[in-house]
């Protein structure tokens, strides 16, 4: 089993730009979380997904943010328009009930 | 607000010693309690876990104290290695287990 993957692993993106973010989760998972890891918050959850189907995106900072779920093996998360403070690693966790297993990571930098 | 804590940022071990990782929680209704590690440029992983109905689990090095009343738990890892050097976060849900809420972390240092 590949695991989590994660696209890109890195980003760099002027302000203003739109950033998206991918994800296969571990086949069979039937849930998909998607976390922003910052030094002052930890790993904060953004929004999760169960069969697909968003069931709570409260963690999501503001509209400028979306995330998508066109099926069970993909998993988008955008930005539009990117800020400085978007600036954080994210990572995509799935899971089969309890525990998560995590990507490695997309470190966003937006200048 | 943060329903999980980690006050300690960083931690420094000599090798061989005991390293103790802290963490407390508010949510009195959290009953799954969970340390993931995570090395640099890397996903965390999952270390140990325990249940509300336990006060204590052990894995090897690796043992999970959980204080229901001071809503407190704490990873004890002995004897500690150079390996071991990572960031510890610790997580807590509830029942259902949709929710985890992480703690901002742990950095330990194992020092050789």
């Known amino acids: 089993d590949a695991g989590v993957i994660q696209s890109p692993r890195h980003e760099v993106t002027e302000m203003g730009q739109e950033v998206t973010l991918r994800c296969k989760p571990i086949s069979g998972h039937n849930s998909l979380f998607w976390y922003r890891q910052t030094m002052m918050r930890g790993l904060e959850l953004l929004i999760y997904?169960?069969?697909?189907?968003?069931?709570?995106d409260s963690g999501m900072p503001e509209d400028r943010f979306s995330a998508k779920m066109p099926n069970a093996s993909f998993s988008t998360l955008k930005i539009q328009p990117s800020e400085p403070r978007d600036s954080a690693v994210y990572f995509c966790?799935?899971?089969?009930?309890?525990?998560?297993?995590f990507g490695s990571g997309t470190r966003l930098t937006v200048v | 607000d943060q329903q999980v804590k980690q006050n300690s940022p960083s931690l420094s071990v000599q090798e061989g010693r005991i390293s103790i990782l802290n963490c407390d929680y508010t949510n009195s209704m959290f009953d799954y309690f969970l340390w993931y590690k995570k090395y640099p440029a890397e996903g965390p992983t999952f270390l140990i876990s325990i249940s509300s109905i336990k006060d204590k689990n052990e894995d090897g090095r690796f043992t999970v104290f959980l204080n229901k009343s001071a809503k407190h738990l704490s990873l004890h890892i002995v004897p500690s290695q150079p390996g071991d050097s990572a960031v510890y976060f610790c997580a807590a849900s509830g029942r259902t287990g949709n929710q985890f809420y992480f703690g901002t972390g742990t950095s330990l240092t194992v020092i050789p």
């Open positions: 997904f169960n069969n697909n189907v968003p069931i709570d």
């Open positions: 966790a799935s899971s089969p009930g309890l525990g998560r297993s």
